[in-house]
């Protein structure tokens, strides 16, 4: 015989219980749905990232960590500078000719610094970062890191991402020249040609402040870190002088000639005659400079180089030379050894050997230059 309260108090129970398992099962389900993200999004972290850039716009397989890393950072910052509100020009146009030999005012979508090392590059680098609030235009530091076994390929890649950047963007970074129409086919430039600037310096001087800065900076924390720093390295002259006597060239990175024509090879660009001094880089890269840039200039003139660049690139460097003129720091001073004998022989190596296509390029853009600023009437 059923008790009296009995099927109520079981009904009560059942319907106290009940309402608490579904909110306990959607807990669950929520807890192994994150779970299945955060697993997922660390297989993209795994598979993914070493192989693009953090934007996916670029192929990243064949940097190292710290590149990819450098790469995050200018690719955020370049993100950021491409959503800041620019005002467009009218009527962009851009003829090295006319800029080279009549000095007329161009007005391009995209503007290229070729910032060879230590050819004033930081000074012009900051210059650019300094003006780009009043000039209005936006500032893309992104380095150019070239798959050495698929060269062709990576600077097709790069060249892309710079063709996609919004009007009104001056890029300032490491990166060897980029034939755009020979990379990408005619077909590719519908927006203005991009244009191109940059300054060479005289070539033992730059070989030599390269070294001595690897070696003993000023470096930033960053790159010491990642890098470090031989300070018991040879002079410069010393390891000249022995590179001379013994006759090798192959060098590591620190050596003293292993970055001897960077600059003949950053004008030059991507192609096979560009990787050694040659009659054939020094052509190609003269070809560049006479068709590709509004200016070319010498470190050793950069006063006039600034004042010409007010002149052919108005819209984007009104006031540079000013500015420049007014800067308590114009450039980080490289921390030489003390003074050095320069052996007559190592000196005469260098500038009949080692460097010799270099220094007929150094001529020709110094000679080119002096014609430039008649043109610009500037003493």
């Given at each position: 015989?059923?008790?009296?309260?009995?099927?109520?108090?079981?009904?009560?129970?059942?319907?106290?219980?009940?309402?608490?398992?579904?909110?306990?099962?959607?807990?669950?389900?929520?807890?192994?749905?994150?779970?299945?993200?955060?697993?997922?999004?660390?297989?993209?972290?795994?598979?993914?990232?070493?192989?693009?850039?953090?934007?996916?716009?670029?192929?990243?397989?064949?940097?190292?960590?710290?590149?990819?890393?450098?790469?995050?950072?200018?690719?955020?910052?370049?993100?950021?500078?491409?959503?800041?509100?620019?005002?467009?020009h009218?009527?962009?146009?851009?003829?090295?000719?006319?800029?080279?030999?009549?000095?007329?005012?161009?007005?391009?979508?995209?503007?290229?610094?070729?910032?060879?090392?230590?050819?004033?590059?930081?000074?012009?680098?900051?210059?650019?970062?300094?003006?780009?609030?009043?000039?209005?235009?936006?500032?893309?530091?992104?380095?150019?890191?070239?798959?050495?076994?698929?060269?062709?390929?990576?600077?097709?890649?790069?060249?892309?991402?710079?063709?996609?950047?919004?009007?009104?963007?001056?890029?300032?970074?490491?990166?060897?020249?980029l034939?755009?129409?020979?990379?990408?086919?005619?077909?590719?430039?519908?927006?203005?040609?991009?244009?191109?600037?940059?300054?060479?310096?005289?070539?033992?001087?730059?070989?030599?402040?390269?070294?001595?800065?690897?070696?003993?900076?000023?470096?930033?924390?960053?790159?010491?870190?990642?890098?470090g720093?031989?300070?018991?390295?040879?002079?410069?002259?010393?390891?000249?002088?022995?590179?001379?006597?013994?006759?090798?060239?192959?060098?590591?990175?620190?050596?003293?000639?292993?970055?001897?024509?960077?600059?003949?090879?950053?004008?030059?660009?991507?192609?096979?005659?560009?990787?050694?001094?040659?009659?054939?880089?020094?052509?190609?890269?003269?070809?560049?400079?006479?068709?590709?840039?509004a200016?070319?200039?010498?470190?050793?003139?950069?006063?006039?180089?600034?004042?010409v660049?007010?002149?052919?690139?108005?819209?984007?460097?009104?006031?540079?030379?000013g500015?420049?003129?007014?800067?308590?720091i114009?450039?980080?001073?490289?921390?030489?050894?003390?003074?050095e004998?320069?052996?007559?022989?190592?000196?005469?190596?260098?500038?009949?050997?080692?460097?010799?296509?270099?220094?007929?390029?150094?001529?020709?853009?110094?000679?080119?230059?002096?014609?430039?600023?008649?043109?610009?009437?500037?003493?």
């Open positions: 015989m059923r008790r009296a309260g009995c099927g109520a108090s079981g009904l009560s129970s059942a319907d106290t219980a009940s309402p608490r398992a579904p909110p306990r099962r959607k807990q669950t389900f929520k807890r192994r749905c994150a779970a299945c993200v955060a697993l997922a999004a660390l297989g993209v972290a795994v598979i993914v990232m070493p192989r693009r850039t953090v934007d996916l716009k670029l192929d990243a397989a064949h940097l190292t960590a710290r590149q990819w890393l450098g790469d995050a950072y200018w690719a955020a910052r370049a993100a950021a500078a491409e959503a800041a509100s620019v005002p467009r009218k009527h962009y146009h851009f003829n090295g000719t006319a800029a080279r030999h009549a000095c007329e005012p161009q007005a391009p979508e995209l503007v290229l610094h070729l910032k060879v090392p230590k050819a004033a590059s930081t000074t012009v680098f900051d210059l650019i970062g300094t003006l780009a609030p009043k000039n209005k235009y936006r500032v893309n530091n992104r380095p150019q890191y070239l798959d050495a076994k698929h060269e062709t390929r990576s600077a097709r890649a790069y060249a892309r991402y710079f063709l996609a950047l919004k009007p009104r963007t001056v890029r300032s970074a490491h990166g060897v020249y034939d755009f129409a020979r990379l990408l086919g005619p077909g590719a430039l519908r927006r203005t040609p991009p244009c191109y600037f940059g300054l060479v310096r005289e070539p033992t001087k730059r070989l030599r402040s390269h070294y001595d800065y690897l070696h003993w900076g000023p470096r930033s924390p960053w790159a010491r870190f990642w890098k720093q031989d300070a018991g390295a040879p002079p410069f002259w010393d390891c000249v002088e022995r590179r001379r006597q013994s006759g090798k060239r192959e060098e590591s990175r620190g050596g003293c000639l292993y970055w001897a024509n960077a600059q003949l090879q950053y004008f030059c660009g991507v192609h096979r005659s560009c990787r050694e001094g040659s009659e054939a880089s020094l052509r190609r890269a003269l070809a560049h400079a006479r068709s590709a840039f200016a070319v200039g010498v470190v050793e003139d950069l006063k006039g180089f600034l004042e660049l007010e002149r052919v690139l108005p819209g984007y460097f009104a006031g540079i030379a500015t420049y003129a007014r800067a308590t114009h450039a980080r001073t490289t921390h030489h050894v003390e003074t004998v320069v052996p007559p022989d190592a000196l005469d190596f260098l500038r009949t050997d080692v460097l010799k296509w270099e220094y007929a390029l150094y001529a020709a853009v110094e000679r080119d230059f002096r014609r430039q600023k008649r043109a610009c009437k500037l003493p």
